[in-house]
């Protein structure tokens, strides 16, 4: 039954393929104006990260002079020392766990919600989909103290279920408007031919559109994971010391009871950037891949 299946996907491939043309993408332009625009939205992007290598290289008192200076005079690296002796690695193990899990339940969700708004036919269609994306019109502000009352219901606050609970919800309108792309992008002549040839939608699902739409659900995942991991609001309210994430930690491991050294500050920021940047890099391909999803006109 399994070499059948296979068998029945690899025929659908192969028989829209051969009349099925993707669109090309189109030519890069050639006018310096808009690379120079660019160049001058890289800066603006990268200058905070460029200042606060600066400012971790700097003594505790360059960073509180008037005025402020921005290069160092003389460059150490006592900061950074001082930001990896804190509990830095068990912060970095909470947000580790923490936005991982909330990260593939999201993707489990979105994707499924995603899938049945792209292609099935039902009622009140737009409507729940109004509704879902309706989740990211309520700023977090407003949503901490009634998630409080419900974590605290369920007995949840000062454990990573209390974060990954409300993380899971808060990257699905997000996750559902790139998915939904990335699904209309998909020519619907697979599905088709597969369920002609013996496969079922779920069947059709799993074998032949779930593996073309990974750039998507790689894309998808990267922004929820990159979302969970920088939040700092819920992690702030919902954990205890032992439960705290990278940017509570951060801000734990930097403050004093009368003063903020500014240097370690920085320099735990970088630390927790380094692991993301290079997770980021690595999977580059497919997030440009999946962001284009939808994007390309035939």
């Known amino acids: 039954m399994a070499t059948m299946s296979r068998e029945a996907a690899m025929r659908a491939i192969s028989r829209v393929t051969t009349r099925f043309s993707w669109p090309s993408l189109r030519p890069l332009p050639t006018n310096p104006a808009v690379y120079i625009i660019l ?93 879902v994306l309706s989740l990211s019109l309520f700023p977090p502000q407003v949503q901490i103290i009634p998630i409080y009352q419900l974590l605290l219901k369920l007995h949840l606050i000062g454990t990573l279920s209390g974060l990954i609970l409300p993380y899971s919800v808060l990257g699905l309108p997000l996750a559902v408007l790139i998915l939904i792309a990335v699904f209309q992008d998909i020519p619907v002549e697979l599905e088709e031919a597969a369920v002609v040839d013996g496969l079922s939608r779920l069947g059709a699902f799993l074998r032949i559109i779930f593996p073309v739409s990974l750039p998507g659900l790689f894309t998808a995942a990267v922004v929820v994971f990159v979302g969970d991991w920088n939040e700092y609001l819920f992690a702030l309210n919902y954990t205890t010391p032992n439960t705290y994430t990278i940017p509570v ?35 580059e391909r497919r997030m440009v891949s999946g962001l284009t999803a939808g994007a390309l006109g035939g």
């Open 249 to 283: 930690g951060i801000v734990t491991i930097s403050q004093t009871q009368f003063t903020t050294h500014f240097d370690i500050l920085s320099a735990a920021t970088l630390i927790s950037v380094v692991p993301l940047v290079i997770r980021i890099m690595m999977m």
């Open 39 to 131: 160049a001058v939205i890289l800066i603006v992007q990268f200058f905070p990260l460029v200042w606060a290598l600066l400012t971790s290289l700097m003594t505790q008192q360059e960073t509180t002079t008037v005025p402020a200076t921005l290069l160092p005079a003389h460059p150490v690296i006592a900061s950074y020392s001082a930001a990896l002796q804190g509990d830095i690695g068990h912060y970095f193990s909470n947000s580790s766990v923490a936005a991982t899990v909330a990260t593939l339940v999201t993707v489990a969700l979105s994707t499924l919600a995603a899938y049945a708004f792209a292609r099935l036919r039902f009622r009140f269609k737009t409507t729940l989909l109004l509704v």
